[in-house]
């Protein structure tokens, strides 16, 4: 390791394959390969492994109070953070500790108002409304005690800076083309026999069954869209979430029955569940258009990733999808209207766009790297350090 190099610890809430899950792996990967020591700290019980291991130094942040009910899955999440960083000395151990939740943000400010460490990082993704005030709570402290706030897109900085009038700064994602590309393999066709794909258009949703990611507009929509071709199939992946969506996926699995559309393998509909890392790019591949008509969203991570992999993109018209698509590389639907969405998804499939996608996205990806996020990021934290008393241990 050079001697510019900083130590760093990116903290992230769990060992699934949510957004900010994958944005800490990606940018401890791009942060090592810039030269700096990384360790990610993730809060799991024993047996459980991260859904992909990063080639950076990894720490289980050990689970051992219950987790019956959110706000006791949080606190422990949060005793669990704050006791490996006690463990690991992380005062003298790191330059930076990075949080990128709110789970981990508290661990962080409680650990700042112990006097265990001097100051922390919290990037914000997204922020939810809880009903319940201790989530309420902890989701504002996270951000409220960080000393730099960081956002996603210019949408969240913006939202952080007018609403709550902090000065946050906009690190935006990237894309590995390396890993998400167009070029088929044999593994695309097993997985389609694996997951009960037929040889009908499919439109793939990502991120599970939640209100967030309006899964019950998309459903409606999805049949106008079987009305027009009858072996359509929508099949939505993912969904592993440390909040509860159990009501909402009851309304759908319901609302399916209603609407007379079978859910199941070769089915109309596929419920994958969470799914093994390594087949993501291949089920992007096997997708006609990926359906991203979300009501809010921190950036939109699988966008990027299923137009790397060839797909088309139908997103809903709002920021921070605005931000960096365009009629170019996206077909746009109010995600309000429910024939909007279908009519989207229906062009795309029956190529009546109108756009080529494939002459404006390579420029697109180009502007979203790893590696550029990870030097902006090193900017960010070299800024904060400056400001930082000098102590002489």
């Known amino acids: 390791m050079n001697r510019d190099a900083l130590r760093i610890a990116l903290l992230t809430h769990s060992v699934n394959p949510r957004g900010g899950v994958v944005h800490t792996l990606e940018l401890a990967k791009a942060l090592c390969a810039e030269g700096h020591d990384v360790t990610v700290f993730v809060p799991a019980v024993i047996g459980e492994t991260l859904f992909r291991v990063p080639s950076c130094r990894m720490v289980y942040a050990s689970i ?30 790191f330059d930076v500790l990075h949080a990128q939740d709110s789970i981990s943000g508290n661990a962080l400010a409680e650990l700042k108002e112990e006097g265990v460490i001097r100051a922390f990082v919290r990037t914000v993704h ?12 902890w989701q504002q402290r996270a951000w409220r005690d960080a000393d730099q706030v960081l956002c996603v897109s210019e949408t969240w900085t913006r939202e952080m800076r007018v609403r709550y009038g902090i000065d946050a700064v906009t690190m935006t994602n990237g894309v590995d083309t390396t890993r998400f590309n167009a070029e088929r393999t044999v593994a695309d066709q097993t997985l389609r026999q694996q997951l009960g794909l037929g040889d009908g258009p499919l439109v793939l949703a990502v991120g599970g069954i939640e209100a967030r990611k309006n899964t019950l507009a998309l459903l409606d929509a999805f049949v106008a869209v079987r009305s027009a ?41 596929v419920i994958t569940g969470p799914l093994d890392d390594a087949v993501m790019p291949a ?3 096997a997708a006609d258009v990926l359906s991203m008509v979300s009501l809010r969203e921190g950036f939109g991570l699988v966008v990027l990733e299923a137009l790397a992999c060839g797909t088309p993109v139908v997103a809903s018209n709002i ?35 109108g756009t080529d996608f494939t002459q404006a996205v390579p420029g697109l990806l180009a502007r979203f790297s790893w590696a550029s996020s990870a030097r902006r990021h090193v900017d960010a934290y070299r800024g904060l350090l400056a400001k930082q008393p000098i102590v002489i241990h």
Not at 65 to 70: I, L, V
Not at 126 to 137: M, N, Q, T
């Open 64 to 93: 051992t109070e219950s987790q019956a009910g959110t706000v006791a899955m949080v606190d422990a999440r949060i005793r669990a953070f704050k006791r490996s960083l006690r463990e690991q000395d992380a005062m003298t151990r």
């Open 126 to 137: 997204h922020l939810d409304h809880f009903d319940d005030a201790h989530l309420a709570a």
């Open 229 to 269: 071709m009858s072996t359509a199939q929508l099949v939505i992946a993912g969904g592993a979430s440390l909040l509860d969506h159990d009501a909402y996926m009851r309304r759908f699995i319901q609302r399916a029955a209603d609407l007379g559309l079978s859910v199941g393998p070769y089915g109309s509909v």
């Open 283 to 285: 089920l992007f591949r």
């Open 319 to 353: 920021a921070p999808f605005t931000e960096y698509l365009d009629n170019m590389t996206c077909c746009w639907a109010n995600p309000g209207e429910t024939a909007s969405i279908a009519a989207e998804l229906l062009r795309v499939l029956r190529g009546d766009s």
